[in-house]
């Protein structure tokens, strides 16, 4: 999360407005690139739906490249969308047939709603849902708004220890858990981040939480290490040196684990979604170890080290969005087992 906006008056570099003046302040991103602050339609829920108002609502990196390229992958701009997917809110409407909610409680969103009928919803891989709306995304209008209508089934109602900026976070710390699941991350298994922005930052805590030992969390940028270290003092932390390729560089990030094959990293996680980073994970990893690859920036990476996955017997793996987590998330943060509120850096009243 790269910010929280809240209600309130909000002041943005592209979008020009005075929130005061509006019922339903949205902010939009537009096809030709552009951000628009407008006074977005009041709707009605309709069955099994419910009114929120928004009270929390993150600022992601993909919400950014949106509005900077208009697109993600093959998720396309093609007219004005709402921008916003990382949010709680309190309910103020049920529609018909909601029985699980009532009004006054506070919810964590699931952006994502499935179709729920073909073999991938039925088979529990909802988030792989070819028919999926999710919120932000062409043509699903997000969360950066002060009131949205989203379906109950959808909701997650927080607990009165948690504050709705903490709400916002189940969204990203969702994500990381579902990484996390299928890392193979384990007690007192060295593992290694590579990088630190802020699905880094929640990933290192998340391992750290998980009893991952030794480990080790990778950036070229130093500020972000800096704060890594004081996010989580157990671990090493290693700037990149973009002179180096990437097995020179994995070699580097190897000797502070050790010198034997057994002490390298058995799980790496890459959140960068860089080509280089994700050829120096496949070079730092152990023999038979795990490679989960949170973000993709690329359609098409050429330079995979496939031969030396499959001589050392390395497992790829890759996730799409998360299914299942935010129970998970929420305990996570109602225990104090993960502590994320340092993630909440800017706060836009």
């Not at 990196?61 to 093609?78: A, C, F, T, Y």
């Not at 309910?91 to 018909?96: M, P, R, T």
């Not at 007690?187 to 030794?214: E, F, K, M, Q, T």
Request: net charge neutral; with cysteine; glycine share 10%.
């Amino acid at each position: 999360m790269n910010g929280t906006s809240t209600n309130g008056h909000s002041h943005m570099n592209g979008a020009n407005g005075d929130v005061g003046k509006y019922r339903n302040p949205c902010l939009q991103v537009t096809a030709d690139h552009n951000l628009k602050l407008v006074d977005a339609p009041i709707k009605e829920p309709g069955p099994g739906e419910v009114t929120l108002q928004v009270k929390c609502s993150g600022i992601c990196g993909s919400d950014i490249h949106l509005w900077k390229s208009g697109r993600i992958g093959s998720l396309e701009v093609k007219g004005d969308c709402i921008l916003g997917h990382e949010a709680a809110g309190v309910v103020l409407k049920c529609g018909e047939g909601v029985t699980d909610l009532k009004i006054g409680d506070r919810v964590g969103i699931e952006p994502q709603v499935p179709c729920e009928k073909c073999f991938l919803c039925m088979e529990g891989r909802y988030n792989l849902c070819e028919d999926v709306k999710f919120s932000g995304i062409w043509p699903d209008n997000g969360t950066i708004q002060r009131y949205k209508v989203h379906p109950a089934k959808w909701l997650y109602k927080i607990p009165d220890e948690l504050t709705y900026s903490q709400g916002a976070l189940l969204e990203p710390l969702s994500v990381i858990l579902h990484g996390i699941a299928g890392a193979n991350v384990k007690l007192g298994r060295p593992a290694l981040i590579c990088g630190a922005g802020p699905i880094g930052l929640v990933c290192l805590a998340a391992a750290r939480a998980s009893g991952a030992h030794p480990l080790v969390i990778t950036d070229i940028n130093a500020d972000r290490l800096k704060f890594a270290k004081e996010f989580v003092p157990s671990c090493d932390t290693y700037q990149i040196k973009p002179k180096l390729d990437p097995q020179e560089t994995a070699k580097e990030i190897r000797k502070l684990y050790g010198e034997d094959e057994y002490s390298m990293p058995a799980s790496v996680i890459e959140c960068t979604g860089v080509e280089n980073s994700v050829r120096t994970a496949c070079y730092s990893v152990r023999r038979g170890g795990t490679i989960m690859v949170i973000g993709v920036g690329r359609p098409i990476m050429n330079n995979v080290p496939f031969m030396h996955l499959s001589l050392a017997e390395i497992d790829l793996k890759f996730i799409n969005r998360y299914r299942d987590t935010w129970p998970a998330a929420i305990q996570c943060l109602k225990g104090g087992v993960l502590d994320l509120d340092p993630m909440t850096i800017v706060k836009y009243y």
